[in-house]
T-cell receptor, first 121, second 116 residues
Framework: GAVVSQHPSWVICKSGTSVKIECRSL??????MFWYRQFPKQSLMLMAT?????????EQGVEKDKFLINHASLTLSTLTVTSAHPEDSSFYIC?????????????????FGQGTRLTVV | AQTVTQSQPEMSVQEAETVTLSCTYD???????LFWYKQPPSRQMILVIR??????QNATENRFSVNFQKAAKSFSLKISDSQLGDTAMYFC?????????????FGTGTRLQVFP
C-alpha cells in the first residue's frame, strides 16, 4: 500500500512555543490530507481537512489560529501548534488518500502516518 | 447527524477462537463506505477491511469478515481463529458521501485482547 510518513514521531516542547509536524505522502500524490487528534484510550477526532493549494477546512470547535495547517504541495502537509500549552499535549495523526474524490475502492482507502506524540511542559 | 457507535469498549478472546465486534452508524445517505481499522500498540492505523454500502455481499479478508446489515445500519467485524497479534484497538469508520471531502468518521473504538 501507499506510505505516509509523519515527522517527528514524538516531540517535547516548552509551554508558549510552537511546534511543527510534517506529513508526507512518499509514493503518491495527495490532494487531500486529514489531521486527527487522539487522546489516550480514545478515538480519533478529526481536526481539519488539508487541501493542496487552498485553505484548510476546520472541524467545529478546532481553533484555526492555534492549529495552523499548510498544504503547499501534493506530498506535504504541515500542522503547526502555535503557542502550545499543556492541554495541547496529545497524539496527532495525519492521513492521506490517493487521488481525488473518485468512488472506486482504490480511491477510498486512507493511509495513516505513524503519529506524533506531543508533550508540552 | 452522522455518527458511529461501538458499544463494546473492551473485548477479550482466547487464541484460535472467534470474536465479533459490533458497530452501528447513523446516516441519512444511501451510498457510503464503511471500514474497520486496527490500531496496535505501535499506534499505526491499519486498514482491516472495507465495505461499500451499495454492495450486498459481505466483505471478507482472510480471517476477517463483516456482517453488514444496511437496514439496521449495523456493521460488525468477525475475527476468526484469533491470533495474539490481533490484540489492538479496533475502530469502525465510515465516509459520508460528501463530494468535496472524504473524511473518515470514527467510532469510539473497541479494545480487543487476545489471550493465549
Amino acid at each position: 500500500g501507499a506510505v505516509v510518513s509523519q515527522h517527528p514521531s514524538w516531540v517535547i516542547c516548552k509551554s508558549g512555543t510552537s511546534v511543527k509536524i510534517e506529513c508526507r505522502s512518499l509514493d503518491f500524490q495527495a490532494t487531500t490530507m486529514f489531521w486527527y487528534r487522539q487522546f489516550p484510550k480514545q478515538s480519533l477526532m478529526l481536526m481539519a481537512t488539508s487541501n493542496e493549494g487552498s485553505k484548510a477546512t476546520y472541524e467545529q470547535g478546532v481553533e484555526k489560529d492555534k492549529f495552523l495547517i499548510n498544504h503547499a504541495s501534493l506530498t506535504l502537509s504541515t500542522l503547526t501548534v502555535t503557542s502550545a500549552h499543556p492541554e495541547d499535549s496529545s497524539f496527532y495523526i495525519c492521513s492521506a488518500r490517493v487521488g481525488g474524490t473518485g468512488r472506486e475502492p482504490k480511491n477510498t482507502e486512507a493511509f495513516f502516518g505513524q503519529g506524533t506524540r506531543l508533550t508540552v511542559v | 447527524a452522522q455518527t458511529v457507535t461501538q458499544s463494546q469498549p473492551e473485548m477479550s478472546v482466547q487464541e484460535a477462537e472467534t470474536v465479533t465486534l459490533s458497530c452501528t452508524y447513523d446516516t441519512s445517505e444511501n451510498n457510503y463506505y464503511l471500514f474497520w481499522y486496527k490500531q496496535p500498540p505501535s499506534r499505526q492505523m491499519i486498514l482491516v477491511i472495507r465495505q461499500e454500502a451499495y454492495k450486498q455481499q459481505n466483505a471478507t479478508e482472510n480471517r476477517f469478515s463483516v456482517n453488514f446489515q444496511k437496514a439496521a445500519k449495523s456493521f460488525s467485524l468477525k475475527i476468526s481463529d484469533s491470533q495474539l497479534g490481533d490484540t489492538a484497538m479496533y475502530f469502525c469508520a465510515f465516509i459520508p458521501p460528501e463530494y468535496n471531502t472524504d473524511k473518515l468518521i470514527f467510532g469510539t473504538g473497541t479494545r480487543l485482547q487476545v489471550f493465549p
